[in-house]
């Protein structure tokens, strides 16, 4: 598989050799898009919780009397039927909502999504990807002048002034090469990968 190597100016000046079981694959949505629920699944804290007829500040005291009302028989305020009641099966804040995804389903996928990338020209490799000081101005405008708006870039060792120079834009995201996660490369349209990142990438996830 061959893939753009783009200069600064964002032009494809040559192409990259890719291996083909990486970047090669034929695209599986039911597999990516178990990995994407998967992730984003295990990312959850479940902490949200809910009260039982038994934990509301309820009395417990026979809202009216049985008969002759014309309202439904009611035998206290608590009861899930009522507005203001316990719920029947409450959610308890040590709900676990963590799914399994085994290391070849999961590199299997992650290789999917690269190859997609690859087929739609959303993914290319640069040479190096640094800025000089941290500042976010300047990493705006050498996204600017390779005419990227929206970018992941995945590097092979995170350097200190390019991720303090992204963290103030919401469109752009930079991740080590071991950080980089399924929902982020769905997420951008355009992912840029170092040649460093790129080699790790063959020798771990293949």
Known sequence: MELKL???????????????VLFGREYNEALI??????????????????????????????????????NARAGMASSPLWRGGGKIFPNSPDENFSQKVNRKMYRAGVAAILSQLAREDRLAVVEDFSVEA?????????????????????????????FLSSRNLNQVLVLDVHEADPVSLVRFPKVLVTKGALAKMEESWQ
């Open 134 to 162: 941290p500042k976010t101005r300047m990493l705006v405008q050498k996204l600017k002048g390779m005419g990227l708006d929206s970018v992941l870039v995945i590097t092979d060792g995170l350097d200190e002034n390019l």
């Open 33 to 70: 898009h178990q990995l994407v629920t998967a992730y984003q699944a295990n990312a959850r804290s479940g902490n949200r919780a809910q009260k039982g007829r038994a934990e509301v500040n309820k009395s417990t005291r026979k809202p009216f009397r049985q008969k002759g009302t014309g």
């Open 6 to 20: 783009l200069n600064d100016q964002g032009q494809a000046a040559s192409t990259l050799q890719a291996s083909d």
